[in-house]
């Protein structure tokens, strides 16, 4: 029930309330009704033309089965990329370190053939024998140089090539697959 309102001067105008709190606390603990079904949505000019049928499910299967497909081909095929890359370090990693046993063995020759020449020196009793020692170390020293650099670089070459070798066929392997789809 609402109560009446009196105009006051406006000097002694109070704010009075136009509904009884009973009235909104009975409201407010109402509860409110919602409703029990959802109703569908209005179909769209889209989806009106699909048919509802046993054709358009097993439509729906082939392509869901197509899908689950190609995704496990590109799981697959990026598995299989990933093992060439972890191959091609494992290569890398043996050959850098057989290369660098070759140079540490290379270095200590060349270290036991200075001390050799060193040991050669304090032996010496002319000035002439000192400058033919010296040259046969430079010599030797210059050719095993050049023979270790040869080596060294053909070490190299072929380990690039053994390196990129799982990397290149995956790529042919690519070439191929998606070659196809292109």
């Known amino acids: ?15 009075t309330p136009v509904f009884d709190m009973p009235v909104i606390e009975k409201i407010a603990a109402e509860p409110i009704a919602m409703a029990e079904t959802v109703s569908p949505a209005a179909p769209t000019p889209e989806t009106a033309a699909i048919p509802a049928d046993a054709t358009t499910r097993t439509q729906m299967e082939t392509k869901m089965e197509k899908i689950t497909q190609t995704t496990e081909e590109l799981v697959s095929f990026s598995q299989a990329n990933v093992e060439a890359m972890v191959k091609s370090s494992q290569i890398w990693a043996a050959g850098v370190q057989d290369i660098g046993k070759t140079f540490a063995a290379t270095a200590q020759a060349q270290m036991d053939a200075t001390m050799a020449t060193l040991k050669a020196f304090t032996g010496l009793k002319s000035f002439k024998d ?19 650099t040869g080596k060294l670089t053909d070490a190299s070459m072929k380990l690039a090539e053994q390196t990129f070798a799982p990397i290149t066929a995956r790529v042919n392997v690519a070439m191929e697959k998606f070659g196809k789809a292109a």
């Open 1 to 15: 029930m609402a109560k009446s309102i009196k105009i006051k001067p406006a000097a002694m105008q109070v704010a």
């Open 130 to 148: 000192a400058i033919e020692l010296q040259t046969t170390l430079a010599r030797s020293s210059v050719e095993a140089a050049v023979a270790e």
